[in-house]
């Protein structure tokens, strides 16, 4: 059975950093891309970024520059570095793999910058 578990939201103000972490399970983790999508209220979900299994990583214009995704295969986890926050930030950040033609998610962690 294939889970996703997002960790490391909550409050920050603006200006702050979080990092979030993605524990993966049930799948041959290091041959899988990954990615981070994020919802904020009263929109649709969109791409903040994502890796490949080899490791390259794609940003969305959310997140260029201030933003960094990177995995650890050995513990199967997946992170997001986010630096520079503001309130457009804000929504809840989901964790997602495509495998097998299956679209996994999490369950979302929630991200709340304000002062």
């Known amino acids: 059975q294939v889970q996703l578990v997002e960790s490391g939201g909550g409050l920050v103000q603006p200006g702050g950093s979080l990092r979030l972490s993605c524990a993966v399970s049930?799948?041959?983790?290091?041959?899988?891309?990954m990615a981070w999508y994020r919802q904020a209220p009263g929109t649709q979900r969109e791409l903040v970024a994502s890796i490949t299994s080899g490791g390259i990583t794609t940003y969305g214009e959310l997140a260029k520059g201030r933003f960094t995704m990177f995995r650890d295969n050995d513990k199967a986890m997946a992170y997001l570095e986010m630096n520079s926050l503001n309130a457009e930030d804000t929504g809840v950040y989901y964790c997602?793999?495509?495998?097998?033609?299956?679209?996994?998610w999490g369950k979302g962690t929630l991200v709340t910058v304000s002062s």
């Open positions: 997602h793999v495509p495998y097998y033609g299956m679209d996994y």
């Open positions: 049930g799948i041959s983790f290091s041959r899988v891309a």
